[in-house]
């Protein structure tokens, strides 16, 4: 299909630009005292959702493209969503299909991971969040690729579990630790030497994102490659000891752990082993995947690189092909906005901090890390904080604003796209008092956007990829259940359109959601949309 835009019979764009603010995790919940959007004071919202021009996208479940209406929303799905116009198949839904049709044990990869631990004398490695939350793994994944290994007489297999606490409630480790421990009991009883090796609180080991901190990946290649970490004798005595020496801690930030046996840790990985990590989502996993795929890599000193087979469960960048081995075949995300935008020559910019960087270029771009042209592509990262971010909840939402002015100012770019990510990222530590800060930061910064755009004659596109903050606790029988994950609301959608004059209104579709914001987009610009993207959200 060509990438060629029509234009628009009876529209042209403004005179200024147009600019979509993505606020991240800010999503429409319940008034209600959990709910840091409606807590917060922001007068700038609060106009915005008065507007005409107003309407409420779907962010969840399969509206963009997961398996079912009771699955959050996350950022990956939503900015996939959001940068390719259509709703593809997600990786959840994906490995969920080629395990029960047995495909994904029919592949070339899976059957010489196997054999490496079958006819060779390998251990079968896996490593991965151990969770349900389904953003980046599922424990029934784990369960099932375990339960082939075994079916198919691969006889020692060892686990380093990351523990969740972001997606899933923030002390539930041990949920997850004890479903696992019962299924490698019951494959003990059965002859398979089948265990926990090492793990630790996904925040600090392992799953680093967009190269934020590779001390986070370090501490993980030393627990699960190395066996080096504090040595305790199960999991399950790690997370209690660790939680009884911070009662405050929670699971994603539990430190990495060994286990070990008379001083000795139970499964550090060596020569001739296979290793799955089996995370779908890719973000998280890039970083983790470099240190075992590239022989040349300096990031950290790997002290030893064991010669294994390295699989993902999904190939995670398109662009960088990796990793080379894969079991389930990603979605093929093709014809992106910004491929669509890039070949009728419109410069364009995207912007956000480090956290969310890769949100508005890679996700946005169908899971490739590359420009699509750097001669009309302008990518700006703002290093974030290495912190917790209930610490600093403006994160950098300051910097990022001052910026997008300074790149709007230059009258190159006739669009941009920024993310902030404070409702998000604050949100997922659960502090109330600083989510509504983080909240009242973006209202600030958008407002400032704003006054920016208008006297230029320009558009400002203001929405969320998901909820977040919109539900920082719930309450049962009373009680007051600390709220990290996302949530299953709806997002805001406003077009402020500075030189309206009634040429469009918003349409009224039934299942309205992200995956209609890419022609809308394109019609704001002056262009009709190609013809199999979602519809715009506004008629003319
Ligand atoms: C994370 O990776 O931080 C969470 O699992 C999901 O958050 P995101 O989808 O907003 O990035
Ligand atoms: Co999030």
């Given at each position: 299909m060509s990438l060629t835009l029509k234009p628009l019979e009876n529209f042209h764009s403004r005179s200024g630009p147009v600019l979509l603010v993505i606020m991240d995790g800010i999503g429409l919940g319940?008034?209600?005292?959990?709910n840091a959007v409606y807590k917060a004071k922001t007068p700038v919202l609060d106009e915005l959702f008065k507007m005409p021009l107003y309407t409420e996208l779907q962010a969840h479940g399969t509206a963009v493209g997961?398996?079912?209406?009771d699955d959050m929303g996350n950022s990956e799905v939503g900015h996939n969503a959001l940068g390719a116009g259509r709703v593809f198949s997600q990786g959840a839904k994906r490995v969920n299909e080629a395990i029960a049709d047995g495909s994904i044990f029919q592949t070339e990869v899976w059957k010489s991971l196997v054999r490496r631990c079958t006819e060779g004398k390998g251990t079968f490695h896996f490593i991965g969040l151990l969770s349900d939350g389904n953003v980046h793994s599922h424990i029934d994944h784990l369960i099932a690729l375990l339960r082939h290994a075994a079916k198919e007489g691969v006889k020692r297999a060892r686990i380093h579990t990351l523990l969740d606490g972001r997606d899933v409630p923030e002390k539930s480790a041990l949920i997850y630790i004890d479903k696992l421990e019962g299924v490698l009991k019951e494959l003990k009883a059965q002859g398979f030497d089948y265990r926990i090796a090492s793990g630790g609180g996904r925040m600090v080991t392992t799953m680093d994102r967009y190269f934020a901190d590779w001390n986070i990946v370090k501490r993980g290649w030393d627990a699960h490659v190395l066996g080096k970490g504090r040595m305790f004798s199960s999991a399950r005595e790690a997370v209690e000891t660790y939680y009884a020496e911070d009662p405050k801690i929670t699971d994603q930030y539990l430190p990495s752990f060994v286990v070990a046996e008379n001083g000795k840790p139970v499964g550090t990985i060596e020569d001739g082993d296979s290793v799955v990590l089996?995370?779908?989502?890719g973000d998280r996993a890039i970083e983790i995947s470099m240190a075992f795929e590239y022989k040349d890599f300096d990031k950290f000193d790997r002290e030893r690189y064991p010669e294994v087979m390295f699989a993902g469960?999904?190939?995670?960048d398109g662009d960088l092909k990796l990793p080379s081995n894969f079991l389930v075949q990603p979605p093929v995300i093709t014809r992106t906005v910004s491929e669509y935008m890039c070949a009728a020559g419109i410069k364009s910019f995207a912007i956000s901090e480090t956290q969310k960087f890769g949100h508005v270029t890679y996700f946005w771009n169908g899971?490739?890390?590359?420009?699509?042209d750097e001669k009309l592509e302008t990518y700006i990262e703002i290093p974030s904080d290495k912190i917790q971010f209930d610490k600093a909840p403006a994160m950098k939402a300051n910097e990022i604003t001052e910026k997008t002015i300074e790149l709007l100012r230059t009258?190159?770019?006739k669009f941009g796209r920024l993310n902030f990510a404070n409702g998000d990222m604050v949100g997922h530590t659960g502090v109330m008092e600083a989510a509504i800060e983080a909240v009242e930061t973006v209202d600030r910064c958008v407002g400032q956007l704003l006054d920016e755009v208008k006297k230029m004659n320009g558009i400002v596109v203001v929405t969320a990829d998901h909820g977040n903050a919109d539900e920082m606790f719930t309450e049962k029988n009373g009680k007051r259940e600390v709220k990290t994950a996302h949530t299953l609301n709806k997002v805001p959608f406003i077009i402020v359109d500075y030189g309206y004059q009634n040429e469009y209104h918003i349409r009224s579709l039934p299942k309205a959601g992200l995956s209609n914001v890419a022609a809308t987009l394109l019609n704001l610009l002056g262009y009709k949309k190609p013809e199999d993207y979602d519809p715009s959200l506004i008629e003319f």
């Open positions: 319940k008034p209600s005292e959990g997961l398996p079912s209406d089996f995370n779908f989502r469960m999904m190939q995670y899971n490739r890390s590359g420009y699509i009258g190159e770019y």
